[in-house]
């Protein structure tokens, strides 16, 4: 399994702006998720982007992917204090189903 | 409702205590995970299981213990526990198809050792 590096590592924002945080990895990959963990608490799926994706959308998220690059980014649109977590993202192989998280993107949103 | 439960939530245990960590799921995932994860930092896999029966290490070397007699539970045990196992253990569960879905995860145990 191979882990995805966030950046940055820390992120402050004003409540109502746009949030981006950035991932890369190493090798090539079927899949990339996204996950967001609250303060002491358990991760929690955000959405998976497959390699045939270039951009997918949940909500107020927005996910691209480019493999050419190596790389993914999380959009969160108009940010609330509720969004004030650690993100994290898994590359992912078929046939390789053990996930592995790297230290995150610290997101503030600032009331 | 569909989950995955973890107990107890915060334990502060003496040195040299032999302590369980619990995590079960109502799902029918198969694959269960234990990942260990210190304040502000990565998460780094210590034990995982594809099914009953089915147990093997992970990417850290731990002195934890698993075990899967059946497929909602998934106990983590420390034989004997030291400081430096104070950390928050957090398991999680999967029915991975190859990409249909994502890990879904509990509240994790808080561990302290004094």
């Known amino acids: 399994s191979q882990q995805g590096e966030e950046d940055p590592q820390a992120l402050s924002i004003q409540e109502g702006e746009n949030a981006t945080m950035n991932c890369s990895y190493k090798?090539?990959?079927?899949?990339l998720q996204w996950y967001r963990q609250n303060s002491g608490r358990g991760l929690v799926h955000l959405i998976l982007?497959?390699?045939?994706?270039r951009e997918k959308h949940s909500g107020r998220l927005r996910v691209t992917l480019d493999t050419s690059k190596k790389s993914s980014s999380l959009l969160i649109t108009a940010s609330r204090a509720a969004d004030t977590a650690s993100y994290f993202c898994?590359?992912?192989?078929?046939?390789?189903?053990?996930?592995?998280f790297g230290t995150g993107t610290r997101l503030t949103i600032i009331p | 409702e569909a989950d995955i439960y973890q107990t107890p939530r915060y334990l502060v245990i003496g040195t040299g205590k032999k302590i369980t960590l619990e995590c079960s799921q109502t799902?029918?995932?198969?694959?269960m995970y234990w990942y260990q994860q210190d304040p502000g930092m990565e998460l780094h896999l210590i034990h995982y299981?594809?099914?009953?029966?089915?147990?093997e290490k992970g990417d850290l070397s731990s002195e934890s213990t698993v075990s899967r007699i059946r497929t909602e539970h998934f106990p983590l045990t420390l034989e004997s526990a030291r400081p430096s196992h104070t950390s928050q253990y957090l398991c999680?569960?999967?029915?991975?198809?190859?990409?249909?879905?994502?890990?879904?995860f509990g509240s994790g145990t808080r561990l302290t050792v004094v």
């Open positions: 799902m029918g995932h198969d694959k």
């Open positions: 090798t090539s990959i079927n899949n």
């Open positions: 299981s594809y099914g009953v029966n089915s147990t």
């Open positions: 898994a590359p992912s192989n078929f046939g390789n189903e053990k996930l592995t």
């Open positions: 999680a569960s999967s029915a991975w198809t190859g990409g249909a879905g994502g890990y879904t």
């Open positions: 982007i497959r390699s045939n994706e």
